[in-house]
């Protein structure tokens, strides 16, 4: 038998070039789903009746898949027929494939009980949340008017104070606030830009309208869990992906490092680094996943020293000059000459680099003085002053108990709002009116009459439901939607956003530290 | 390179070599047991204990099932398989950007996998099967560092801190066959044992293409420590350690440099220049002793110049 001559490569084959582009963040690409194409309806599946809805509550709250009377909204009959059509064991199968790839990636926070550590994923939700063109049009161009107006603030709040001597922003509600860096006073920021890298957090109201209902100015979390949802979520209906015309979001991490770029003073070599407060961080996953995409070094504050107002790294040949710093660690714990002595996770010296124009450092110090409760409620009002216009995206109605109308009708309609003490956070200093008995409102009452500057309400807000899948069907659960903002010389917001999931049933709380899970944006072109 | 990322690069390195070299060792030592009388069979485990540990294991007898346990599963042994791969990955995820995606994933998958084995689940069949496995999963991990990483800086990390262990791992190895019982017992490695040496550290087809299969321990000796081409020898690891260190830190004092380098020639030149009739006649153990020593101070010494240096050393 003659054996197989060995054959030299012959001419370059006439491959079929798909892009893979968007798939090269994260290492395996394989669907989840096989072919997965979509299925023409042959039944709609009603919730509340049939399988797998058989369990998917509408309430008062806004659904974003079903309309009142049940039928699928227009956007969402592709991944609503598909869902239908697959048996209950495919979905699980597909929910599997998301979790296990997350595991595998190490996106995961460790909880430590019994002494004993174990790592738990960031719960993610297989179906993806869509939302329309026009949708997605007004809030571009909402919160693109809204970081302007937080910029412009900022900038004059560590300036002139115009906006304190004109009396539209209580004086002392700025500097009366422990986040108000005295410091940053007179120092200018590149392009005006004291936040570069935003997240805002919306929820959509029972109307079905986009309202912002806080915004993170300080190190916004989470940009990572977007990317890694869309990875999933993709590969779990590859069929329905393809048919929607999905905007791409995989550029986030390259807009990221022209946003930092163009904070230094200099175009070429600049060199960048993100600052992570290290391994044992929750959101560590993101720095380094950020590092990783950007092409930057990944630094601890034990990896950077500050010579002569200059900050350098310690590399293996010797000290490496940085000019930009992406920091991951809050305004505290930044150069514990100036902030806090105590911390370990900075630089001493930084700030006296950054005073000096040797550094940037993103988002610039003391942004958090206009992300707090009272100043929120003041948005409107800022976006009105600066910019002459009207806001795009309303804020969800808050009363400011310094206001002498507010507080009369907060103390009358105790029993519907929450009030909410300015300067806390977590739930701290919290009444929820509807959930309190008769005796803790008057006694919460009582706190409010002896200091209304502190605190402010909102009426109690039905986030809107999403289609999840909770092991035996699909339920709906309540859901935010956190796009993120990216401003320098320009402002850029990537198509997508991370939506947070209530994973407990008739749950509010999104955030991950309580039972949060989060799922895939689709931004339709 | 940042000082840290090349510190845990190294040390990433050199667990995962550890526990290469465990999984490795156990998995020849549970497939040849059977083949052994009780006695051999205890002094060929009190040999393992030792060279995988350092401790001195003076039993009468040796249970494979606890020793398993505690060379392989056992989290509160600092020297166990589980503990090598849980530090290897800690290492790693201090590093993830410094990694491709694939090495980490192949090293967090295999941990994942191996975490929550218990000794009961294993017994019951073959209990090798499973070191065999992690084996093969060690190999990918390895074949995938080399075809998905740059071959920079980092990349010469990792071979440091993988050569360094295994050179030391190789000489506790030879040590504890080569140098005698130190209780004074008869307990000499029989034919038998050399044949296993030469599996412990996958040599036994290379030696044989050499040596033929006549098992001879001063051919065995020769090969283990001074053969230029076999990945497990001596010398063909401290080739490698002189070959990294040319590649690290290029740009760092040259005093510095010189430093490291002039204690890797001198390494070399031990083994480039040792003759094995000479150690046979007892010297074995010193000679052993004094690679350690040296792999020891280069350890050391790569620290103080590139990892740990005082920073108003180079202001």
Redesign the interface.
């Known amino acids: 038998m003659e054996a197989a001559a060995n054959q030299p490569l012959a001419g370059t084959p006439r491959a079929r070039h798909t892009s893979r582009m968007q798939h090269e963040a994260f290492a395996s690409t394989e669907d989840f789903g096989g072919t997965d194409i979509a299925a023409s309806p042959t039944r709609q599946a009603r919730p509340g009746q049939d399988a797998p809805y058989q369990h998917y509550a509408l309430g008062a709250a806004y659904d974003e898949m079903f309309a009142t009377d049940g039928t699928a909204r227009a956007p969402y009959t592709t991944l609503d027929s598909r869902i239908s059509t697959l048996p209950l064991e495919e979905l699980n199968r597909r929910q599997q494939a998301c979790e296990q790839s997350f595991l595998h990636q190490g996106i995961t926070f460790t909880v430590y009980s019994d002494n004993r550590a174990t790592e738990r994923i960031i719960p993610t939700d297989l179906f993806p949340r869509i939302v329309t063109a026009t949708e997605w049009e007004r809030i571009e161009r909402g919160l693109t008017q809204r970081i302007l107006a937080l910029n412009l603030f900022l900038r004059d709040i560590y300036s002139d104070g115009r906006v304190l001597k004109d009396g539209v922003v209580p004086r002392s509600m700025i500097y009366g606030s422990k986040h108000y860096r005295r410091e940053m006073r007179g120092l200018p920021v590149p392009h005006g830009a004291y936040v570069n890298i935003c997240g805002s957090d919306l929820i959509r109201n029972e109307r079905g309208a986009f309202v912002v209902l806080e915004d993170n100015l300080r190190v916004p979390s989470g940009v990572s869990y977007m990317l890694a949802n869309r990875d999933v979520a993709r590969r779990a209906f590859p069929g329905v992906f393809r048919s929607m015309n999905v905007r791409p979001i995989e550029q986030y991490p390259l807009e990221l490092l022209a946003t930092l770029r163009s904070l230094a003073p200099f175009h070429d070599d600049v060199s960048i680094a993100v600052l992570t407060p290290g391994v044992f961080n929750s959101a560590y996953f993101e720095h380094a996943f950020l590092a990783r995409q950007m092409g930057v070094e990944l630094v601890e504050g034990r990896d950077l020293l500050v010579n002569d107002n200059v900050v350098y790294t310690r590399t293996t040949s010797g000290l490496k000059r940085v000019d930009v710093i992406y920091r991951r660690i809050d305004d505290d714990f930044v150069d514990p000459l100036i902030f806090r002595e105590d911390s370990a996770l900075g630089v001493p010296g930084l700030f006296n680099a950054y005073r000096a124009g040797n550094v940037m450092i993103a988002n610039a110090l003391g942004t958090g003085v206009a992300d707090d409760k009272a100043v929120y409620a003041y948005v409107p009002r800022l976006i009105r002053y600066y910019l002459s216009e009207e806001p795009i995206l309303e804020n969800v109605e808050t009363f400011l108990c310094r206001e002498e109308k507010a507080l009369e009708h907060v103390l009358a309609n105790l029993d519907k709002l929450v009030v909410k003490a300015v300067g806390e956070s977590g739930g701290y200093g919290m009444l929820v009116g509807p959930h309190a008995s008769k005796a803790e409102r008057e006694e919460f009452a009582e706190k409010i009459k002896s200091d209304p500057d502190n605190y402010i309400a909102q009426p109690t807000i039905q986030l809107s439901t999403a289609p999840t899948f909770v092991g035996n069907g699909v339920e709906a659960r309540h859901v935010d939607l956190r796009p993120f903002i990216l401003h320098g010389s320009e402002t850029k917001i990537v198509p997508g956003a991370l939506t947070r999931v209530a994973l407990k049933r008739g749950s509010l709380v999104v955030n991950s530290s309580q039972g949060g899970g989060s799922k895939d944006t689709w931004v339709l072109g | 390179?940042?000082?840290?990322v090349?510190d845990s690069l190294y040390w990433m390195s050199r667990y995962i070599e550890r526990a290469e070299h465990t999984a490795r060792v156990m998995a020849v030592k549970l497939e040849s047991m059977i083949e052994q009388t009780p006695e051999d069979a205890t002094a060929s485990w009190a040999r393992v204990i030792e060279a995988l540990t350092g401790e001195l294991s003076l039993e009468p007898s040796q249970d494979a099932f606890l020793t398993t346990r505690k060379l392989a599963f056992d989290h509160e042994n600092g020297a166990a398989l589980i503990t090598s791969l849980s530090m290897a990955r800690?290492n790693a995820?201090?590093v993830?950007?410094a990694l491709?995606?694939?090495v980490?994933?192949n090293l967090?998958?295999l941990y994942?996998r191996l975490a929550p084995v218990t000794m009961d689940s294993i017994w019951v069949h073959t209990p090798a099967r499973l070191f065999r496995e992690a084996l093969e999963d060690m190999h990918a991990l390895e074949g995938v560092t080399y075809s998905t990483l740059s071959h920079g800086?980092g990349w010469y990390f990792l071979e440091l801190g993988k050569h360094i262990e295994r050179a030391q791992l190789l000489g506790r190895l030879l040590d504890v066959h080569f140098r005698g019982p130190r209780d004074g017992s008869q307990n000499t490695p029989k034919y038998f044992d050399w044949l296993v040496l030469l599996k412990f550290c996958t040599a036994f087809e290379p030696y044989t293409k050499l040596y033929t299969a006549s098992i001879r321990p001063q051919k065995i000796a020769e090969f283990l420590l001074f053969d230029p081409e076999f990945p497990h020898s001596i010398r063909y690891s401290v080739d490698r350690v002189t070959d990294a260190l040319a590649r690290?830190?290029?740009?760092?004092?040259p005093a510095r440099r010189a430093a490291v380098e002039r204690l890797a020639g001198r390494l070399k030149a031990s083994v480039d220049f040792g003759q094995i009739d000479e150690l046979m006649s007892g010297a074995i153990a010193g000679f052993l002793a004094d690679i350690t020593r040296q792999c020891e101070k280069i350890h050391e010494t790569l620290y103080a110049s590139?990892?740990t240096y005082g920073?108003e050393t180079?202001?």
């Open positions: 390179m940042l000082s840290r090349a800690d995820r201090q993830r950007e491709s995606n694939e980490w994933e967090n998958r994942l800086e690290v830190a290029p740009g760092a004092p590139f990892i920073a180079v202001l």
